[in-house]
């Protein structure tokens, strides 16, 4: 199966709405056009600057996405964004379940499953994280804790909406630390969640899937990293912030689909 390759920017909570214009704008002159044929190329950047961001990336290529929404359409849910509002902004995607809103902002998987069945809802992609700690991966139970990870957050999406998600495997040891995964540790978790959707659903599904690496992928492990067997893409956080870096990185996913 010929997947297409995704690289999306996680700008996290950074930038100004002036200094996202201004990356986004960098980003549209670097990022050439032959680039964006092949690769699916995606920023995310923070609710302030979505508009402006939009706004620049409209007459590109590049698509926007939201780093995270709230599950219910509208109400008295003070500082939430819904997906309504989102959607009107022109985000195509969503970044779902991000190891630091599991983290800090306590998200379950629960909370994560009702998030991904309203962006669908509103015809936006999800790009679900999941992946385990350091400690996770110490005592070795990494394998069962994004099974449980995966088969919650996706109870009760149909096959039709499985095939509008995105999944983004992120050890959390991985995120921000320089300390990329091997091109070994990512392939055979990509094949262990390709086979968990299997399981869920059947091996066309599993077969049609995008399933990202993130954690430090920068300009240098690029090539490497998406090499690497069932790796569709990157998401990236901390290079995404770096015009030269970004574009490089789409440059490397070019030429490994070429
Ligand atoms: C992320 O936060 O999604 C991420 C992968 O961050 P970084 O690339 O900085 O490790």
Not at 146 to 168: C, F, H, N, P, Y
Not at 241 to 247: G, R
């Given at each position: 199966m010929n997947r297409r390759k995704l690289i999306a920017g996680n700008w996290k909570m950074n930038l100004t709405h002036k200094e996202a214009e201004d990356l986004s704008r960098h980003l549209v002159g670097s990022i050439k056009n032959e680039y964006l044929a092949k690769v699916e190329t995606v920023l995310c950047p923070p609710y302030t600057a979505l508009e402006s961001v939009g706004r620049v990336v409209s007459r590109s290529g590049l698509k926007l996405g939201a780093q995270n929404l709230y599950f219910e359409n509208d109400g008295a849910f003070t500082g939430e964004i819904s997906a309504r509002m989102l959607k009107e902004l022109g985000c195509e995607y969503v970044i779902?379940?991000?190891?630091?809103?599991?983290?800090?902002?306590?998200?379950?998987?629960?909370?994560?499953?009702?998030?991904?069945?309203?962006?669908?809802?509103?015809?936006?992609?999800?790009?679900?994280?999941?992946?385990?700690?350091?400690?996770?991966?110490?005592?070795?139970?990494?394998?069962?804790?994004?099974?449980?990870?995966?088969?919650?957050?996706?109870?009760?999406?149909?096959?039709?909406?499985?095939?509008?998600?995105?999944?983004?495997?992120?050890?959390?040891?991985?995120i921000g630390t320089g300390l990329c995964a091997t091109t070994d540790q990512a392939s055979s978790m990509h094949i262990f969640i390709a086979n968990v959707v299997t399981r869920l659903y059947d091996s066309e599904t599993a077969d049609k899937l995008i399933i990202l690496y993130g954690g430090?992928?920068?300009?240098?492990?690029?090539?490497?990293?998406?090499?690497?067997?069932?790796?569709?893409?990157?998401?990236?956080?901390?290079?995404?912030?770096?015009?030269?870096?970004?574009?490089?990185?789409?440059?490397?996913?070019?030429?490994?689909?070429?």
């Open positions: 779902i379940g991000h190891s630091e809103r599991r983290k800090f902002l306590h998200e379950t998987n629960k909370v994560i499953n009702s998030k991904i069945k309203k962006a669908i809802e509103f015809d936006i992609k999800p790009i679900l994280c999941v992946g385990e700690t350091f400690q996770e991966r110490e005592d070795e139970i990494f394998e069962g804790v994004v099974d449980e990870q995966l088969s919650d957050a996706l109870e009760g999406i149909s096959m039709t909406d499985m095939r509008k998600l995105v999944i983004a495997y992120e050890p959390v040891w991985a430090s992928v920068n300009s240098k492990n690029a090539a490497e990293i998406l090499s690497a067997e069932r790796v569709d893409g990157a998401l990236v956080g901390g290079a995404s912030l770096k015009a030269d870096q970004f574009t490089q990185i789409v440059q490397c996913a070019f030429e490994i689909s070429k």
